[in-house]
């Protein structure tokens, strides 16, 4: 595209934690500001790892000492080559899902992580059946309590919803051009708060807001004609009339103007990286060690195309983020320089505790470490402080020592819990009173 995505007010928040915007500017204004740097607007079309050289849509072909390939991620749709199945990425597909919801009435959104929880939230004038396949909403970034707190923000009126959104809006291409290159592939991926920018509003007036179905997943999608053509057809005049309709595997059957995807993500390997012999992971990233170096000899990845091959720290785990987009571009820069010069180099401390900044439902939420005790099995405790419209704290403990924390709201503890999960500090003689809102936990571990 001819647009880049580029980070910017960027704020160091604690230790691990940052908090920045995404941009999109003009390659030149990159290159302005790196004179060593050339963007040049062309989709590769092939990569011949063996012999160093790379071949562009536009023709040219490029030789190189060292490439880093960030190649991101696309959905990981329901199905494939659906038109009444949207996923959202980019700049483009995020203005074809705003045409659709124009003009819709009732939508249905499947998945249960980053994009499904901003969507439901963010659609207004249009009814929305979010079946998630949990007994909680968003399994990706909370547990039950958390979903419990957020849920009444879902049902309150968009009016009393409160704190806008201060962050950069997207752009979209003014020039015409799209986003997508001219062999269809998407464009970057969309960043924080990538809804501000777009209206998604629907048709309907006074919308019933969001339904939640829980614990099912979609059985069979139908075309209008699909299904006037099937034995559900007798349903006609108790569902009415839609382009679409969807049977999920509790056996309800909701009619719809369209289906939104968000079931997670696939690394973008193909078609530009076959006939290599790069190793790739179970999720089909491609494999890094903790130089960033895949498996073919002068080639890196970082960012969502990669899956990490090292062994974690044991408070980190991947996850396709902003976030970790950019510190692994940066350590990858930092491993392919050192190669260079033959330095030596040493893992980043960025990969010692997980850590994550985000919005969800107007509220800030961090995330540190083993936040959803991921991995831990029963070995380990979890405290509670809850302020029901105001805030969440959730520790996780294991052997009276901190491995993760989510909190959501102006908690004002994500320093203190960083530091108190770092120095793997004994808690256990302080029990609950860690969370007692009336000690001022920094001071007392001052
Ligand atoms: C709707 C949405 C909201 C999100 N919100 C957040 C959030 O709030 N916080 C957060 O931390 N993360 C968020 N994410 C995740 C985040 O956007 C990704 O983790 C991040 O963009 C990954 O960066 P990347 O550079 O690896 O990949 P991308 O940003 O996807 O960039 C990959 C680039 O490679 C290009 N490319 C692909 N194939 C080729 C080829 N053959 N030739 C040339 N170029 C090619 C693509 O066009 C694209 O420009 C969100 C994602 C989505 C979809
Ligand atoms: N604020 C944020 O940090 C933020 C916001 C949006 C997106 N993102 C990131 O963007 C990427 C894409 O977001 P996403 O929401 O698509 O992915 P995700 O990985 O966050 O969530 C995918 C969800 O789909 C569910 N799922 C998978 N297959 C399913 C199926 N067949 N049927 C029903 N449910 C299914 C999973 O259980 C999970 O809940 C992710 O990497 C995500 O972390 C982050």
Not at 390 to 407: C, F, P, S
Request: aromatic share 8%; proline share 3%; with cysteine.
């Amino acid at each position: 595209s001819p647009l880049v995505k580029t980070v910017t007010n960027f704020k160091q928040v604690s230790k691990t934690l940052e908090e920045f915007d995404i941009e999109e500017q003009p390659s030149s204004v990159l290159e302005e500001k790196y004179p060593n740097l050339k963007v040049l607007q062309s989709a590769v079309k092939l990569l011949r790892a063996k012999e160093h050289l790379l071949q562009a849509e536009n023709g040219q072909t490029f030789h190189y000492k060292k490439l880093c390939i960030c190649s991101g991620a696309r959905p990981k749709l329901l199905t494939q080559d659906n038109p009444h199945v949207l996923g959202i990425r980019d700049t483009d597909s995020a203005q074809e899902f705003q045409k659709r919801l124009s003009k819709a009435k009732r939508i249905v959104v499947i998945g249960n992580g980053g994009i499904a929880l901003e969507l439901v939230y963010e659609v207004e004038g249009c009814e929305v059946i979010w079946a998630v396949k949990d007994k909680a909403i968003g399994n990706t970034f909370f547990d039950a309590g958390a979903a419990q707190f957020l849920i009444p923000s879902l049902e309150a009126d968009k009016k009393e919803r409160s704190l806008p959104c201060k962050r950069a809006r997207y752009t979209t291409d003014k020039t015409g051009a799209g986003h997508s290159g001219a062999s269809g592939e998407l464009g970057s991926a969309l960043g924080p708060d990538w809804h501000e920018g777009i209206e998604l509003r629907g048709t309907v007036q006074n919308s019933s807001g969001v339904h939640v179905e829980y614990e099912c997943e979609v059985d069979t999608i139908y075309t209008q004609q699909e299904f006037l053509q099937s034995q559900l057809n007798t349903k006609k005049s108790e569902l009415g009339l839609w382009p679409a309709y969807v049977q999920l595997t509790n056996g309800k059957i909701y009619g719809c103007d369209f289906v939104v995807s968000a079931t997670g993500v696939v690394p973008n390997t193909d078609p530009f990286l076959t006939g290599n012999n790069f190793e790739l992971a179970g999720d089909h990233g491609l494999r890094v060690g903790d130089h960033m170096r895949t498996s073919e000899q002068d080639v890196y990845a970082a960012g969502d195309v990669c899956t990490t091959g090292w062994e974690p720290s044991a408070l980190w785990q991947q996850m396709r983020l902003w976030t970790q987009a950019r510190q692994m571009g940066w350590y990858a820069a930092r491993c392919m320089a050192a190669d260079v010069l033959e330095e030596p180099i040493e893992l980043d401390f960025c990969f010692e505790l997980f850590s994550h900044i985000t919005k969800f439902f107007s509220y800030k939420v961090v995330l540190l470490g083993k936040f959803n005790a991921q991995g831990l099995g029963q070995d380990h405790e979890l405290l509670v402080r809850c302020t029901k419209g105001q805030e969440y704290v959730k520790v996780v403990l294991t052997g009276g020592r901190m491995v993760g924390a989510v909190l959501i709201g102006e908690t004002d503890l994500e320093e203190t819990f960083e530091n108190l999960i770092l120095n793997q500090m004994d808690l256990s003689r302080y029990g609950e009173e860690l969370l007692n809102p009336n000690i001022d936990i920094e001071d007392y571990f001052d």
